[in-house]
């Protein structure tokens, strides 16, 4: 079993079909390719993306469907071929859907629901699919999203 | 800003080597194509916040700073 160098876990042991192929990288790491999901039940839905090419490079994610039940996922005709998808979102497709999760800008913390990761479980490919639309935010801020207390 | 008025097959240049034509207008959305050197990046804007957002995503996170905000997470119906 293939191990890998990891930001917060050490080394890791895992296997070889649990990691992602993004084809074209991602925005700023576009010569990363190559990733490994690990996740923790304390910390569901945290999923950490662990680079399996640079050890210092994990980017923390947020499953959407935990942050917004509602949201409206969009991609181009590019990004879902690049991930495989033959299928017209909306239809029974099978997907990860996770948003980049960043501390940098504020005291809360924010996500990207401007441009999620979206995994296609039986390809084993991702994209970072960036919309076009004005929709979503590229840095929303977490602690809003919640429901107000009634 | 400087503001120009175009219309379809219109183009605009930007220095000596950047021209952006204006190739189709309609619903809401402008089609623009562009012509620039290799060396010139041309990005959508919405990939470079998605760039700089990353850039930001990928420095050290504290993880404890993170308890509460996932703790609200879990505890929503």
Redesign the interface.
């Known amino acids: 079993m293939p191990q890998c160098e990891t930001k917060y876990f050490g080394t890791v042991s895992y296997d070889d079909s649990a990691a992602v192929e993004f084809p074209t990288g991602l925005p700023g790491f576009e010569n990363c390719r190559r990733f490994l999901p690990i996740e923790e039940a304390a910390r569901l839905p945290l999923v950490f993306m662990q680079s399996l090419e640079q050890p210092g490079l994990c980017f923390l994610t947020l499953q959407v469907a935990a942050i917004d039940p509602g949201y409206q996922l969009k991609m181009s005709p590019e990004d879902m071929a690049s991930v495989g998808f033959d299928q017209p979102l909306g239809t029974a497709v099978d997907m990860v859907c996770l948003a980049v999760l960043s501390i940098a800008y504020a005291d809360a913390p924010t996500v990207n629901l401007l441009a999620p990761i979206v995994v296609n479980p039986r390809t084993g490919r991702a994209v970072q699919s960036v919309r076009d639309d004005a929709v979503y935010l590229c840095r929303q801020p977490l602690v809003r999203l919640q429901a107000p207390c009634s | 800003m400087l503001v120009i008025s175009r219309r379809a097959g219109e183009s605009v240049l930007i220095g000596e080597d950047v021209e952006i034509q204006v190739l189709e207008t309609g619903s809401g959305r402008v089609k623009l194509g562009i012509s620039a050197p290799r060396a010139v990046p041309v990005l ?1 804007n ?14 050290e ?3 404890e ?2 308890a509460t ?2 703790a ?3 505890s ?2």
């Open positions: 959508r919405e990939v470079r916040l998605t760039r700089d957002q990353n850039l930001a995503a990928a420095q996170v504290p993880l700073r993170l905000a996932l609200q997470l879990r929503r119906p």
